[in-house]
């Protein structure tokens, strides 16, 4: 393989992740993400978990690298809980 | 002592946690060390230096044991402009003989041997047990809870990460806020060691270190590449707040700054193996928390967001370890939870980590100038376009054609701001 622009979705196919089906470990609040005109989370999530989809803020916890940017960055009140996630869940780092 | 309390418990298995942990473990205190992670190592990304003289205080030759990458003896410092590049490249041999200044690491790597190093003194080493609260009695903090599960000890050693949910839940300090943190991204592509070795002229077992500006559309942020054995670290550093300002996603910034032809050059041939994200504590000194231990509990390594970026020099495990130390050391020296805060502060200077942040406290105010970022990139390699260009028409002559480069970047009073700002942050 040479190296090539990767999309987010080849990134993260890169990594080992074990998820917690039907278990997220961060939770969104679409009616406060419906408020907020800013949305930096579908700009600075580097596993871009936040998508807009329909004028929509949608949230995929599956390819999350576990980093809290989107806590962080979120002045809406939009991410209502964040939490890792449960022990052996999540991703594995191998060579980071 | 019950067999369910210990003298010490740390959370978390990163460079913090695990100096603490080996320390006291050494000295005889009965330590567990709990991580989230399968393995100590497994939930971390950082750039990828360690500065040596940090083991060194743990234990003299320690670091000959660790899985360390390459010893650091080229510091490179890059300004990328639209297709060419600047590179300066300061080798220094010194910088690698005796106790080498610095190694390029592996967090994987490195965090699972130094949890195993701590196992190997003697203490009980957790790993996939996530800490979800603290107990508390009597306004102090006596123990951990994992699940269902409750384990008691005289002191808690939060070595959680940046993120320090623990430090929160502890009332110690509020979330961090987005202006005093980076959000690092970072790929991990596999080369031949002997090409790496060709490519940045180094010796088998030498490394090169390397920071670039000029590739986050003028996003405050800087990228970084650190050479490993069979391996390149090459990543982004962006102040959030800044980035969902600029708008467009930080992967699509990093993945055109990764296939930037100057770094193209470097990496050509090689194969993406990982892609990992974490924040990064950017504020230095003034970014550190108010409070940082309560009776029963201190707060070490990233979660207390020690970390010096100097934009040259970028510090974060050796701080860690520093004050993981530090926190061995006060427990070490206190007859009982309450005087443990108090002397681990004392250490923290004693040890020099305080002392080493306040010399850099006004540095992140460099950051704050947006022309660092991208004007002064361009007109640096814009006025090299121009002085190395032979077409064989007649040139400009060469004081006006500098100016007018100059003053197409950046105009005479905002350089002597921003010169004015940069003299009074050092």
């Not at chain 2, 010194?94 to 994987?108: I, K, L, T, W």
């Not at chain 2, 839940?169 to 987005?178: H, I, R, S």
């Not at chain 2, 490519?199 to 050479?227: D, H, N, Q, W």
Request: with cysteine; charged share 20%.
């Amino acid at each position: 393989m040479s190296i090539k622009k990767l999309s987010p979705e080849d990134l993260l196919a890169l990594n080992k992740f074990a998820v917690d089906e039907g278990n997220p470990h961060i939770l969104v609040d679409k009616t406060k993400c419906a408020q907020c005109t800013a949305r930096p989370c579908l700009v600075v999530c580097p596993a871009r978990c936040y998508r807009q989809k329909d004028g929509e803020v949608n949230f995929e916890y599956a390819g999350c690298l576990e980093c809290g940017t989107c806590r962080v960055v979120c002045t809406y009140g939009g991410v209502t809980s964040w939490n890792y996630p449960r022990a052996s869940y999540g991703v594995t780092f191998r060579c980071s | 002592m019950s067999d369910d309390k210990f003298d010490v418990i740390v959370v978390g298995g990163g460079p913090a946690g695990c100096a603490c942990a080996y320390t006291l473990a050494k000295q005889g205190k009965s330590v567990l060390l709990l991580e989230r992670g399968n393995s100590a190592g497994s939930k971390n990304v950082s750039g990828g230096r360690l500065y040596t003289y940090a083991l060194e205080l743990v234990e003299p030759g320690m670091y000959q044991r660790a899985p360390l990458q390459r010893k650091i003896v080229r510091e490179q410092i890059m300004m990328l402009g639209e297709g060419s590049a600047m590179t300066l490249d300061y080798v220094d041999y010194g910088f690698g003989e005796e106790v080498p200044q610095s190694y390029s690491v592996v967090r994987a790597s490195l965090d699972e041997w130094f949890a195993a190093e701590v196992e190997a003194q003697g203490a009980m080493v957790g790993a996939g047990i996530l800490v979800d609260g603290l107990v508390e009695k009597g306004g102090k903090i006596v123990g951990i809870r994992a699940g269902e599960e409750e384990m008691y000890a005289d002191v808690v050693v939060a070595a959680d990460g940046v993120n320090s949910l623990l430090g929160q839940k502890a009332g110690l300090f509020p979330d961090v806020k987005q202006h005093a943190v980076g959000i690092g991204v970072k790929e991990t592509i596999e080369l031949p060691d002997e090409v790496i070795s060709q490519r940045f002229a180094l010796k088998a077992g030498e490394g090169a270190a390397r920071v670039a500006l000029g590739c986050t559309e003028g996003i405050s942020g800087g990228a970084f590449l650190y050479t490993n054995q069979g391996s390149i670290s090459l990543g982004i550093v962006f102040n959030p707040e800044q980035a969902a300002k600029h708008g467009r996603q930080i992967q699509d910034i990093f993945q055109d700054f990764k296939t930037h032809p100057a770094i193209l050059a470097l990496i050509e041939g090689g194969t993406s193996v990982e892609y990992g994200a974490h924040l990064v504590p950017e504020m230095g000194f003034h970014g550190i928390p108010q409070r940082l231990h309560r009776e029963g509990m201190l707060v070490v390594g990233d979660a207390a967001q020690f970390g010096i970026n100097t934009g040259l020099i970028i510090r974060g495990m050796d701080l860690a370890i520093v004050s993981g130390l530090a926190a061995a050391r006060a427990i070490l020296a206190s007859s009982s939870p309450a005087e443990a805060g108090p002397l681990y502060m004392r250490q923290l200077e004693e040890l020099l980590l305080l002392p080493n942040m306040k010399v850099y406290a006004n540095f992140h105010n460099i950051f704050a100038m947006p022309r660092v970022f991208q004007q002064y990139p361009q007109l640096a390699n814009q006025a090299l376009q121009f002085l190395f260009r032979v077409d064989g028409k007649v040139p400009e002559p060469m004081a006006k054609g500098l100016l007018r480069i100059l003053k197409s970047n950046v105009s005479f009073g905002q350089l002597a701001a921003d010169g004015w700002k940069a003299y009074r942050s050092l």
